[in-house]
């Protein structure tokens, strides 16, 4: 089957006063349809821009994007059309992503409007259906964003991804900027679209534990390099790089009979803007040894299906 995204050795590039920022460097994976991908990383990992490569708001500097087959590394005008209404993206912070001049009915039919996809009429009646899809009640139709709490804010741009029925959607931090209690509704909200509208979608956030039920695979990112991935289940019951067994030892389990040790990563976290060569986790990994200052490791599949990258991931997990 064709996957709906497919990148192959992408990678973006800034220039900046101080040299080139590697913002994400050599990734290759692929998404398959109505499934979801979780892309997990600290705070300037390289993982938004990814999205945004992936969007076709940032050009890459190197390597292929596929959607479903088709080329659109370089898209023409017509293809550039078509992905606005294929991919959609659901921001990080809803207030500051809406226009807080327009009331919510407006908001949602905004991008219908924008690409000409149906009448007043028809856009009005679909506005009313999207409201009751996420769970927005009618009667906030005229509401401002100002009026509305994080949660209802954040259904607004689920609403807004909606309504041009597109078959991929971008959900960048959709939930790191609410409070717990609504965080699950919102997760359980997209998971029940992906099966009811066989939606397909990156899921970009810092937080593990928000991507283990939503995710059917993982791909762990740490300054814009991927260094591990696979499915889902495998990652939380066996991760083999050093940089996500941090991350899991992070996760509080929520029983007082079970306890594990966390792991301290310690260490200056390396600079993005014109790396070394060596592995961008040795200053923090408690494993490294002198070739990890020197080249940086390959990804591998080092398990069926769990790749990782790093030169000893082996000899760290006991595998032969
Ligand atoms: Fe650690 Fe070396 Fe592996 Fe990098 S390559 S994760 S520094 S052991």
Not at 174 to 192: G, H, T
Not at 277 to 287: D, N
């Amino acid at each position: 089957m064709t996957p709906i995204v497919q990148v192959e050795h992408l990678c973006k590039y800034f220039k900046t006063p101080r040299g080139q920022l590697h913002a994400v460097e050599d990734l290759s994976f692929a998404i398959q349809e109505k499934t979801t991908l979780g892309v997990v990383g600290e705070s300037g990992c390289g993982k938004s821009t990814l999205g945004r490569v992936i969007m076709g708001l940032h050009e890459s500097t190197a390597g292929t994007l596929l959607l479903e087959g088709q080329d659109v590394t370089r898209p023409t005008k017509a293809q550039k059309k078509a992905m606005r209404k294929d991919i959609q993206m659901i921001f990080q912070d809803p207030y500051s992503s809406l226009d807080p001049r327009m009331c919510v009915s407006d908001l949602i039919a905004e991008p219908m409007k924008a690409l000409k996809l149906c009448d007043k009429d028809e856009r009005e009646l679909r506005v009313a259906e999207l409201m009751d899809t996420v769970g927005l009640s009618r009667r906030f139709a005229f509401s401002y964003p100002h009026e509305l709490d994080g949660g209802r804010r954040q259904r607004i741009g689920i609403a807004r991804a909606l309504s041009v029925d597109p078959k991929f959607i971008v959900c960048d931090e959709p939930v790191s900027a609410l409070d717990v209690s609504i965080q699950a509704q919102i997760l359980n909200l997209l998971q029940d679209l992906q099966d009811q509208r066989g939606l397909t979608y990156m899921f970009i956030t810092h937080n593990l534990s928000v991507v283990k039920h939503i995710s059917h695979s993982i791909l762990v990112m740490y300054l814009g390099c991927e260094v591990e991935m696979c499915d889902s289940k495998e990652l939380f019951r066996q991760p083999l790089h050093p940089y996500t067994k941090g991350l899991l030892s992070a996760i509080p389990i929520p029983s007082i009979h079970v306890q594990r040790e966390e792991i301290i990563m310690k260490g200056e976290v390396t600079s993005p803007i014109n790396p070394k060569p060596g592995c961008r986790f040795a200053s923090r990994c408690p494993y490294a040894k002198d070739k990890c200052r020197e080249s940086l490791p390959e990804v591998e599949e080092v398990l069926p299906g769990h790749y990782a990258a790093c030169h000893y991931v082996r000899e760290i997990n006991g595998l032969t």
